[in-house]
């Protein structure tokens, strides 16, 4: 059974950072692409960046690129997305996923498995 368990979230003001965290058992995670993905109230999910299995190719939302960092360290199943400079405007339920395949996408719809969320607080 796989399970994927968000950790991370909270509240930082206006050009705080945060690192999230996501944990992973159950499946073969070098093989598994991650992604992150945010959701804020009232709107639909979207994409944040996402992570190869080797960890070697990575993409980000064109809102977040130069201020997130996502990361994955396979000897310890967790993948981490670093978030510098937040804006309020990012607060939402961050989610961590992980895909049947090693090849990252952006689509939500390449995910087969979602942790819980966690939810991160922008103050201004």
């Known amino acids: 059974q796989v399970q994927l368990v968000d950790a991370g979230g909270g509240l930082v003001q206006a050009g705080g950072s945060l690192r999230l965290s996501c944990a992973a058992s159950g499946l073969t995670f070098s093989s598994a692409a991650m992604g992150w993905f945010r959701q804020a109230p009232g709107k639909e999910r979207e994409f944040a960046a996402a992570i190869s299995g080797s960890g070697v190719i990575s993409y980000y939302a064109n809102s977040v690129k130069g201020r997130f960092t996502i990361s994955r360290d396979n000897a310890k199943n967790t993948v981490y997305l670093q978030m510098n400079s937040l804006k309020p405007e990012e607060t939402a339920v961050y989610s961590c996923?992980?895909?049947?395949?090693?090849?990252?996408?952006?689509?939500?719809?390449?995910?087969?498995?979602w942790g819980q969320g966690t939810q991160v607080t922008v103050s201004s």
């Open positions: 996923a992980a895909r049947g395949s090693s090849y990252a996408t952006r689509s939500e719809y390449g995910y087969d498995y």
